[in-house]
């Protein structure tokens, strides 16, 4: 059944100090949600945005204990934690991608042991099957082209996984689960440098840098001719709302079909910008898949939606957003928007387990453990 989220039960969201579940927490409270609480293992201070009124708690979710005391007491949980980052991130950092595992497992079992109602998990497009996205005018991907599976390496296997588990959960254990692929989100108060920032940020970034030196030239990365989609993170947040309350069980894109070449995508920046660059290729550099954009069929049938903002609309926000920040000294730059807000810190050997004593007795198991004693046991090793 489609659901309403209650606005004053506590909502969980992991990932808050990252792009798009800083926004989402941002996006709740402006809907009203009086009871946020947001996680991440980062320290607060680098959060992409933080808010005095949420409940901001740095831990590490790869930890059970953490995960249970995340989810105590809370009636929905967005689960956005991953460690990701864009095309040169996920190709050299494998082993850390399919890490995020430990992240997904401990939150679905610390969900169920909770009771959690209404439970999100952000897969991605980088689970399709690379058979079909070798060129660039691809047909646009459809759910059920991820199977048979050939993932992107390393990342898009986690999450397909962590997705299939998910499901699994959803059969049997009865939990609602809700899952979206997203495709390449982008938009302001992002990564925009560091080596984990995607294509739209890292190319905006590189034309605000030429605007504001003088030095009128582009690094591309292959020949620019590779295909690809972007969602604004407005479209990105009305759509993980939608989904979370919605009856769909099966895994839904979440994506604009508004297809784009990198080299159109860098015209659109240079019309926004004012400024025309001369463009280096390097056919080297990671370049991922050759065609990738989004079938929204799915989506429009279960939701009577999909994205729709356009991309010269969102690009125009996120560029000026990068130029101001670049315009500012360094030392001002990050986080972009924090107001002072209290962390707790969650150290999981200690404090993290009086979650778990605090749990309620009528609670079917304790996730990986059979009893408390257990699970005191396992944190001391
Ligand atoms: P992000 O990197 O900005 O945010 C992820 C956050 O998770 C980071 O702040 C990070 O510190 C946190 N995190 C990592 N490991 C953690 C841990 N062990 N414990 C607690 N927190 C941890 O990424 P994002 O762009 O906001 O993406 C959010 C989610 O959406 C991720 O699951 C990502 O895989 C998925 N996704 C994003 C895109 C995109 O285009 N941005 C595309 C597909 C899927």
Redesign the pocket.
């Known amino acids: 059944m489609p659901v309403s989220l209650d606005k004053n039960a506590p909502v969980l969201v992991?990932?808050?100090?990252?792009?798009?579940?800083g926004h989402l927490v941002a996006e709740l409270r402006r809907r009203g949600f009086s009871k946020i609480r947001a996680?991440?293992?980062?320290p607060l201070a680098g959060?992409?945005q933080s808010f005095a009124d949420v409940e901001n708690i740095q831990?590490?979710?790869?930890e059970p204990a953490?995960c249970y005391q995340a989810c105590k007491g809370v009636g929905a949980v967005f689960n956005?934690?991953?460690?990701?980052?864009g095309m040169w991130f996920i190709e050299r950092f494998k082993a850390e991608c399919m890490l995020?595992v430990?992240?997904s497992t401990n939150m679905l079992l610390a969900a169920r042991d909770c009771g959690v109602d209404r439970f999100f998990y952000?897969?991605?497009?980088?689970v399709y099957n690379a058979d079909k996205q070798k060129n660039a005018d691809a047909a646009a991907l459809r759910e059920d082209d991820a199977y048979p599976a050939l993932c992107e390496d390393g990342?898009g296997w986690e999450?397909l996984f962590s997705e299939r588990m998910a499901r699994h959960f959803m059969e049997d254990y009865f939990m609602n689960v809700r899952v979206a692929?997203?495709?390449?989100?982008?938009g302001p108060l992002?990564?925009y440098d560091g080596g984990?920032e995607?294509a739209p940020a890292a190319l905006a970034r590189k034309v605000a840098l030429a605007k504001i030196t003088g030095r009128h030239e582009i690094d591309i990365w292959g020949d620019g001719e590779q295909t690809r989609s972007f969602m604004f993170i407005d479209d990105c947040l009305e759509g993980m709302i939608r989904i979370i309350e919605s009856d769909c069980r099966e895994p839904l894109n979440l994506g604009s079909d508004e297809l784009v070449t990198i080299n159109r995508m860098i015209s659109i920046l240079e019309d926004i910008a004012g400024v025309r660059l001369t463009r280096h290729y390097t056919p080297d550099a990671p370049q991922g898949v050759r065609g990738r954009n989004s079938d929204n069929a799915r989506i429009r049938r279960e939701l009577g939606w999909a994205p729709s903002i356009p991309l010269r609309g969102g690009l125009e926000k996120t560029y000026h957003w990068i130029y101001g920040e670049l315009r500012k000294p360094e030392s001002q730059r990050r986080p972009a928007f924090t107001e002072a807000a209290e962390t707790r810190y969650l150290n999981v050997a200690s404090s993290g387990l009086e979650a778990l004593a605090g749990l309620p007795k009528t609670l079917p198991a304790f996730g990986l453990f059979q009893s408390e004693e257990q699970a005191r046991k396992f944190s001391q090793v």
């Open positions: 992991t990932g808050a100090g990252g792009f798009i579940g996680v991440d293992i980062k959060w992409c831990a590490n979710l790869k953490a956005l934690a991953a460690d990701m980052g995020s430990l992240i952000s897969s991605s497009a980088c990342y999450k692929r997203f495709h390449n989100v982008y992002g990564t984990r995607k």
